[in-house]
Each structure stands twice: as structure tokens, then as C-alpha cells.
């Protein structure tokens, strides 16, 4: 059992789950603790030009403490620049409740949605992020990131909404660079009634743009916990 702010991994360098190639999959309902890599990752290749489909639900992870300090749930393309990633694919993370119990500094990201299409719905992070987190080349600090830092990697199309996202440092959610359409990041619980901090008016979790990322559209927001709720709207918000 790692330290509170641990500065290394007290686990194998190993993934939890890896999925990548033409594929549809489905990863559901996986309790994955103690990685010393991601918990969940899904690769999308330069080498092939089929399809990475994947629905990751309602997963519990914790204490994915990597030594590449890179994430809890990653989905990405794996290429080398400037080449681009050549496959395509719709990647759903639903209902999946990502903790850093032991507040280690390694994670710098819970949920990367990096590449293709997909939703980021109904999920739970919860103190992923730590103040003692550090930056990397890739991406930097935050809960939710969506996007890449890479000039040469393609626009995401991703939809965060309904998740629960409370008690991260820097950013709740971080916009990549090559995001220049907003996002519709409508009805998240940023862990304040009045709403996201960063580039909204509230003191919740931030919503943080890297320079060039289009502004998501955050209004309205949930005044309280909504991701395990049946709700399909949010409402008494401010607009």
C-alpha cells in the first residue's frame, strides 16, 4: 500500500487492460487496482486501416500509479510524428468510477479521450489529480483530457457529460489545442453548485483550454452529484 503522495509507483510497470487492432470490444464491470500502468488503455495504430471500437463501462479503478505518469483510462492514438494515426473508431467511457485513494503525485490524467469519436458519460472522478502532479510532453494536468497536445494528431469528437468530477487539481476538464469546435461538456457535477472554476464562473473543478481550444459549452451544469442519478436533464443551474 503506497504513501499518501508517493513520488514512485509501488507496482509492476504492467497495463491492466490493453486493447488495440480491429476490434470491437467490450470492457465491462472490471475492478483493476494496484497497475503500475494504466488500469484501461485502448490504442488506435498508424499501421492498419480498420477500426478500434470499444465500450468501457462501469469499471471501478484505483490505484493506477504510473511510472510514465500518464492516466487511469486512456484512449489514444499510438503513432509517431508526423505520422498520423490511420485507423478509426468510437470509444465510449461510461460509468466508470476512477479514485487515487493513497493521493499519490503520479497520475497526471484520469480519463484521456484522445482520439476518434465517442462518449465520456456517467462517471466518477474523485481526487484523481493531486496537487503534486506533474506536466508531461503529451498532456498536462488534469481530471478529463480531451485532445492532444501533438500538432499532428487529428481532433477528437467526444461528448463529457453527466460524470461527476470533484476535488481535482488544475483541471476537472483540459482542452487540447487541436479542439477548435466546442465540446458539448453540458450537466457535469464539478463538485461546486456554482458551477466549474478555470473558464467558468464557479469554484468547482476548472475547465482549462489549452492555447487554440474552442471553449466547450459547460452550461448548464449539475448543482449536485449526477452520475449515478436517472436524470437525462439538469436542472436549477445557473445559465
Known amino acids: 500500500m503506497p ?52 465500450d468501457i463501462l462501469d469499471n471501478d479503478l484505483d490505484e493506477c500509479y504510473p511510472a510514465a505518469r500518464l492516466g487511469s483510462l486512456i484512449v489514444q492514438a499510438q503513432f509517431a510524428p508526423p505520422e498520423n494515426a490511420t485507423a478509426t473508431g468510437v470509444v465510449n467511457i461510461i460509468g466508470n468510477t476512477i479514485r487515487n485513494t493513497f493521493q499519490s503525485c503520479l497520475p497526471t490524467t484520469a480519463i ?58 488544475y483541471a476537472g476538464l483540459r482542452v487540447g489545442p487541436n479542439i477548435t469546435t466546442p465540446l458539448d461538456a453540458r450537466c457535469n457535477w464539478w463538485g ?8 467558468g464562473p464557479g469554484t ?20 449536485a452529484p449526477i452520475a449515478e442519478t436517472d436524470e437525462t436533464t439538469c436542472t436549477g443551474e445557473s445559465e
Open 112 to 169: 484521456v479521450h484522445g482520439f476518434g469519436t465517442g462518449r465520456v458519460e456517467r462517471n466518477r472522478v474523485l481526487g484523481v489529480v493531486q496537487p503534486c502532479a506533474i506536466d508531461l510532453p503529451t498532456r498536462t494536468r488534469g481530471a478529463i483530457w480531451i485532445g492532444s497536445l501533438l500538432a499532428t494528431a487529428a481532433p477528437t469528437s467526444s461528448v463529457v457529460r453527466f460524470n461527476d468530477i470533484e476535488g481535482n487539481a
Open 192 to 199: 461546486s453548485a456554482s458551477g466549474p472554476s478555470g473558464a
Open 3 to 54: 504513501p499518501a503522495n508517493s513520488p514512485t509507483p509501488a507496482f509492476p510497470q504492467v497495463l491492466g487492460i490493453r486493447v488495440q487492432g480491429d476490434v470491437d470490444a467490450r470492457l465491462e464491470g472490471n475492478v483493476i487496482r494496484r497497475t503500475g500502468g494504466a488500469c484501461i488503455v485502448v490504442f488506435m495504430r498508424n499501421d492498419f486501416a480498420g477500426q478500434t471500437n470499444a
Open 204 to 223: 468547482g473543478d476548472a475547465v482549462v483550454l489549452e492555447p487554440g481550444a474552442a471553449t466547450p459549452d459547460f452550461t448548464p451544469w449539475a448543482v
